[in-house]
């Protein structure tokens, strides 16, 4: 299986399929998915990260942006979901490959912690506190 990230111009052919599996990311956060996903992705503002099988069916999508941040500029690993996470769980490193070319100081993800045993050299900067009332 490999890891690429898809020109804009392959959105529209991809949406249907990868859509569900972003927006699991948004669900585990609790959240809604932005309606403007798919504008972003178009026109390349976000980038879609897509693991792939030698069969061309793809198993994981995953989103990024690069943001401007104190630092320098930074390559946020946005939503991810699919199957086969064993497969595919390098991905990070391709996504940092991709940062560090467009000049990236760092790359930052926000996930349920237990991306932190999948990926190596990441560790928690943060964490987000919840209470249900």
Do not use: N
Request: some cysteine; aromatic content about 6%; overall charge negative.
């Amino acid at each position: 299986m490999h890891v690429e990230c898809l020109a804009p111009v392959h959105m529209t052919a991809v949406w249907e399929r990868v859509r569900p599996m972003i927006d699991r990311g948004y669900a585990a956060g609790d959240e809604l998915m932005p309606e403007d996903v798919l504008d972003r992705l178009l026109d390349g503002r976000t980038q879609l990260w897509v693991a792939i099988d030698d069969e061309g069916e793809i198993h994981a999508a995953m989103t990024t942006d690069l943001v401007p941040m104190r630092s320098g500029l930074v390559c946020w690993m946005g939503q991810c979901g699919g199957e086969r996470l064993r497969d595919w769980a390098p991905f990070h490193r391709k996504v940092e490959e991709y940062a560090r070319a467009e000049g990236c100081v760092k790359t930052i993800l926000r996930g349920r912690e237990g991306w932190g045993r999948v990926l190596g050299g990441y560790k928690v900067r943060t964490v987000q506190l919840e209470k249900v009332l």
